[in-house]
Every structure is written in structure tokens, then in C-alpha cells.
């Protein structure tokens, strides 16, 4: 699930709001970088055609384009078979330019989330005395705040699993999936299953109205820092979100812990995002660009300048609005603390498939240097 909102930027020009309808403008050609040099696109596109062909009697209005799900998975299909053949970049970005056009680009807020690693137990002891529930059958029970499930326990006889940490099972409905990792060493893959339908409201935001943090210190790692220094304040400040995730868990293959978005496939680390539905076509690949959180030789932190192709797979209570983007940062440690110091301004451009797939060369322009600047550790 998506990460923490802050408030939307301005907005930059309006989007209809109707399923599969989508902003006019006039698309453009120009060059299409990628700063991964194409690394796991194959592997992300994959997923979008497959949903794609299955919404193959669907149109979809982009940017003024009206197209099928079929239009659009047919060109996917031609993109998929080029990157596989392992071209070098330059032709990849080459093949991309002639044969899409993009959309005028929207300002957004581009934020990270991840897939954390949790220690946890299938049985609740003084150690592990968390719960995780499983979808309640009963409406009237499934639809209570987070308040009153945590303090009336309402929801007994549901619990699935136990974390030991109440701000780690915090943090794992705010990522909507985990990893629990049991004493004997198995892991569990924590999924998303409902939730109960109350409005969410980030803890942040809520931090930054009472004076404690300020808009710049933000983070997951501020926030669980003052949490855990002020335990008097942490259960009144968390069931400030009154949104409950239930969950399932599954034991995948050790090399399938991935979570999937809520197109149902698995998401790809650095190319799966998450946006809201109203506003952008689920599925679509579009081009990303923004900054992102790197450490140098010295262990500085640095923020580097990226562009590449994403493609919009998953969507949340937490993303919502056409300036809001949530980018999948990957799994573990070093991915949450890369998502919980992401909180950028970005661009987003959505490609537009050219039907005849005509190269016109002219268009084409050399790839651009990615550099990187500093930034302060406290962002």
C-alpha cells in the first residue's frame, strides 16, 4: 500500500473523473530515457499487457486518444519483444520515441513505498502480542475505526498472526503488505485482503498540525522516532488514521516475496507505481521523472536526478488526486529507508502508443547526462 500523503501540489490542469477517461492534451514525441537502462521494464510491462488483454473491449480515452485495451496491448506485446531481443539502450530509447508520443507532462508529488521485514509469531505470547486479522465475514464488525477494534476487540477469533511491535504492524497497514519473519526462521508474505472503509489520514500531516514535526522532517523514520520516545502519545496519535487493513498471508517460493499491486500481479521494484484510478488508466506506462536518495562512496547522501518508464499497477486510500505518485522502492531495510526519505517533486508523462509505428527519426534526440546534488539528511 501506498506511503504517508502530504498535502497535493497545485493543481497544473484538470483530469476528467470518469473511469478510463483521462486528461486532454496534445501528445508530443520526443526522447524516452531510462535511467535503469531498461532493467525489470520487461518483467513490469509483462504484467500491464496482461491486464490489458483482459479489458481488450475496454476504451480508454488518453489524453484526447481514444484507444481499446486491445490497441493498447498489442503495442505493449511489440514493446515486449524488443526487450527481450537485448538491444543495446540507445536502440531501445530509439524504438520507444518513434513508436509512442506522450502527454503534456502533470507536477506531482512523488513519495516511495516498500515491502517491510518484520519479526512475528502464528501464536501470541508476551513477546508477540500484536495482532494481524484476517477479513471479518460480518459487515458491522468490519467496518469499525481502528479505535474501536484495538480497544473493544472486536475483531477476537480473527487474528492470524502476532508482531511484537505496535508500531511495526502500524507501518505494515501503512505499506498495506510484509514479510513476517517467524522464530523458526520461515517467512510469511503478509498480503493486503480489505479494509474497513474509513477514511484515511496520514499521522504525519497530523504531527505538522500540532507543532511536533515540521513539513521538511517528515518521514517514516522521524515519525517511528517520536513515537517511540512519547509511548503517551503513540495510541492517540495512531488511531488518528481511522483506516484498518485486514490481511492474508501465503507462503510463497523464497524468490516470490514480492506483494502484488491491486491489479493483481506482482509489482516491480523501481518500475511499479501507485496512483489513484480517477485519474490515470490502471496498467499504463508512462514516463517518470523526479529525484531519489542515494549514498555515495563516503556514505553521503545525495539525491540524483532520474527519468524512466514506470507503469501504474497498484493505487490506495493513501494516493489519491492526479498529483500524487507512489513509487515501489523493493523489499527490506535499505528499500524502506530510501521510501521513507522519498518526498519529491516529479513530473509524470503518460505514452501514447503510435498504432502505425512508423519510426520518424527526425524526433529522436541524444540521451541527457543523469547528475546528482546534494540535499540535506533531514528531508
Not at 530515457?33 to 532493467?39: A, C, F, G, I, K
Not at 504484467?47 to 490497441?71: D, P, Q, R, V, W
Not at 479494509?195 to 499521522?203: A, E, F, K, L, Q
Not at 521523472?289 to 562512496?297: D, E, F, G, I
Amino acid at each position: 500500500m501506498p506511503s504517508l500523503p502530504v498535502l497535493f501540489l497545485a493543481l497544473l490542469f484538470s483530469y476528467m473523473l470518469a473511469p478510463h477517461s483521462f486528461a486532454e492534451g496534445n501528445g508530443t514525441t520526443q526522447a524516452v530515457t531510462d535511467d535503469l537502462h531498461y532493467r525489470g521494464l520487461a518483467n513490469s510491462l509483462e504484467k500491464s499487457l496482461s491486464y490489458f488483454e483482459t479489458a481488450a473491449t475496454e476504451t480508454f480515452n488518453l489524453c484526447g486518444h481514444s484507444m481499446t485495451g486491445h490497441e493498447i496491448s498489442s503495442a505493449y506485446k511489440e514493446a515486449l519483444s524488443i526487450l527481450t531481443e537485448e538491444n543495446e539502450n540507445d536502440d531501445l530509447a530509439l524504438f520507444f520515441s518513434e513508436n509512442f508520443t506522450t502527454c503534456s507532462p502533470t507536477s506531482l508529488l512523488v513519495t516511495g513505498y516498500y515491502t517491510p521485514i518484520f519479526s512475528g509469531s502464528l501464536v501470541p505470547s508476551s513477546t508477540y502480542r500484536y495482532p494481524l486479522y484476517a477479513p471479518p465475514e460480518q459487515d458491522t464488525l468490519r467496518c469499525n475505526s481502528r479505535a474501536e477494534i484495538n480497544d473493544h476487540k472486536t475483531l477476537k477469533g480473527h487474528e492470524i498472526a502476532y508482531l511484537a511491535d505496535p508500531l511495526d504492524l502500524f507501518f505494515l497497514h501503512v505499506q498495506g503488505s510484509g514479510i513476517i519473519e517467524l522464530p523458526d526462521g520461515r517467512r510469511l508474505l503478509a498480503s493486503y485482503a480489505a479494509d474497513n472503509g474509513r477514511p484515511y489520514t496520514s499521522i504525519g500531516k497530523v504531527l505538522i498540525n500540532e507543532g511536533i514535526l515540521t513539513r521538511e522532517e517528515v518521514s517514516l523514520a522521524s515519525i517511528r522516532k517520536y513515537l517511540t520516545e512519547n509511548p503517551d502519545q503513540r495510541k492517540r496519535i495512531l488511531h488518528c488514521n481511522e483506516r484498518f487493513i485486514f490481511f492474508r498471508l501465503s507462503t510463497p517460493e523464497p524468490n516470490e516475496f514480492v506483494p502484488s499491486g491491486s491489479l493483481g500481479f506482482p509489482l516491480t521494484p523501481g518500475r511499479s507505481v501507485a496512483m489513484d484510478d480517477r485519474h490515470y488508466p490502471p496498467g499504463i506506462l508512462g514516463v517518470l521523472t523526479s529525484s531519489q536518495p542515494v549514498l555515495n562512496k563516503k556514505g553521503d547522501l545525495l539525491w540524483q536526478k532520474f527519468t524512466r518508464l514506470v507503469t501504474h499497477q497498484d493505487s490506495g486510500a493513501a494516493i489519491a488526486g492526479a498529483h500524487r505518485l507512489d513509487l515501489y522502492m523493493g523489499i527490506g531495510r535499505e528499500a524502506g529507508r530510501k521510501a521513507g526519505l522519498m518526498k519529491e517533486k516529479g513530473t509524470f508523462m503518460i505514452l501514447i502508443p503510435n498504432l502505425s509505428f512508423q519510426p520518424d527519426r527526425s524526433k529522436i534526440v541524444a540521451s541527457e547526462t543523469i547528475g546528482t546534488h546534494p540535499k540535506k539528511m533531514d528531508h
